[in-house]
């Protein structure tokens, strides 16, 4: 079986996300050591109970996700959920790689490029003005689309029901999104003028920004939206280094 050295595969991800150019809330890269060798990765979008749970019986020497731990502003102590979690890591030896924004904007592998290829555009670019670069995505139908045939393809994309909310005639040229919890930049693709802003949730005030500034919304899913980057990071993990790599998505409705 190929096996990597832990310090080599932090250097390949890190070296690929370039973490340190992105101003984040949480650590990047290495969060728990374990073996020093790794021969097999189990990715996921979230490193819950259920995914090291699944990466045990996986045998996995490592696990690489989206969402890890240690957030800026979460208590400091090692209690209840977070115990459990870690006890379960160390008693294994097991690794955990954790990229947040830094997977969010990769212009290939991340979270936003890998929705722009699900709504099958054909280009797309960053939002001007948002930062970090890549925050925020834009692109645009060569042909009109009408609202109700863009949350079509999300659903059969994604395989879930969408939010979508209509502010006004239904035509859909110009969009922009956001995977995971980026519904607050719906003011800034409005003001870009585009006619429709994805993301994967919906607040309260959600919708009287799409009803007061008239600009389509869907809410596709936190999960949803967010499992193609992990899944792609894992895919260019093993052609690079020959390592077994398995992506586990664990349900989440959110």
């Known amino acids: 079986m190929t096996t990597i050295h832990r310090q080599q595969l932090l250097s390949l991800l890190s070296d690929k996300l370039n973490p340190e150019l992105v101003q984040d809330y949480c650590p990047n890269g290495l969060q728990v050591e374990g073996k020093a060798k790794i021969g097999k990765v189990v990715t996921g979008v ?5 995914l090291i749970d699944a990466a045990i019986a996986a045998q996995a020497d490592a696990i690489l996700v989206h969402h890890g731990y240690f957030w800026k502003g979460e208590a400091a102590t090692i ?3 977070k115990k459990n979690r870690l006890q379960a890591l160390l ?3 097991i690794n955990l790689f954790a990229y947040h924004l830094p997977l969010d904007v990769h212009p290939e592998l ?4 890998q929705l722009g290829q699900l709504l099958e555009l054909p280009a797309i670019q960053p939002l001007t003005g948002i930062q970090p670069a890549g925050i925020v995505m834009q692109g645009r139908y060569p042909m009109a689309k009408t ?5 079509a393809l999300l659903e059969q994309k994604l395989g879930r029901t969408v939010l979508s909310h209509s502010a006004g005639e239904q035509v859909v040229q110009q969009l922009a999104w956001c995977t995971g919890g980026g519904q607050g930049y719906i003011d800034a693709a409005a003001v870009a003028g585009v006619d429709l802003f994805v993301t994967g949730e919906v607040s309260e005030q ?5 009803r007061e500034l008239g600009i389509h919304f869907i809410a596709a899913g936190h999960h949803a939206t967010e499992r193609y980057g992990i899944k792609a990071l894992g895919e260019w993990l093993a052609s690079e280094t020959g390592i077994a790599v398995e992506f586990i998505d664990i349900p989440n409705p959110a």
Do not use: E, P
């Open 79 to 81: 209690t209840g959920m």
């Open 147 to 151: 609202l109700a045939q863009v949350a």
């Open 110 to 113: 991340g979270n936003n490029a």
């Open 206 to 210: 959600t919708i009287h920004s799409s």
């Open 91 to 93: 008693q294994h030896d």
């Open 46 to 50: 979230t490193a819950s109970q259920a």
